[in-house]
């Protein structure tokens, strides 16, 4: 069974920090590049940091640039993002998903084959 199951998300404060996790099983997950993607109410989904099969490249959206790291461990079949000081702004539903070895990072939604069900990140100010 196709799984991706992420964690970590919470309340926090403006300027604090969180890491998400995103646990894969039922498939090959070294062989796909892993995004994470946030969707703030009322906005459509986001890529805000995607890493490649290999974790040789990364990507980050401008508005994450420098707070974000995006990570994997193959060994683990899990992808993390480490979000520092964080802003209210910030504040969404975050998922993680797969696309099969694409030949670049693809920032559409649509790119990606597996999704987890999304974890809540919300930032008091």
């Known amino acids: 069974q196709v799984q991706l199951v992420e964690s970590g998300g919470g309340l926090v404060q403006a300027g604090d920090s969180l890491r998400l996790s995103c646990a894969a099983s039922?498939?090959?997950?070294?062989?796909?590049?892993m995004g994470w993607f946030r969707q703030a109410p009322g906005k459509g989904r986001e890529l805000v940091a995607a890493?490649?099969?290999?974790?040789?490249?990364?990507y980050y959206s401008d508005s994450v640039k420098g707070r974000f790291t995006i990570s994997r461990d193959n060994a683990k079949n899990t992808v993390y993002l480490q979000m520092n000081s964080l802003k209210p702004e910030d504040t969404a539903v975050y998922y993680c998903?797969?696309?099969?070895?694409?030949?670049?990072?693809?920032?559409?939604?649509?790119?990606?084959?597996?999704w987890g069900q999304g974890t809540q990140v919300t930032v008091s100010s």
């Open positions: 890493i490649s099969w290999s974790g040789g490249t990364t």
């Open positions: 039922g498939w090959t997950f070294s062989s796909y590049a």
């Open positions: 998903a797969a696309d099969y070895k694409p030949p670049r990072i693809r920032p559409s939604p649509g790119s990606y084959e597996y």
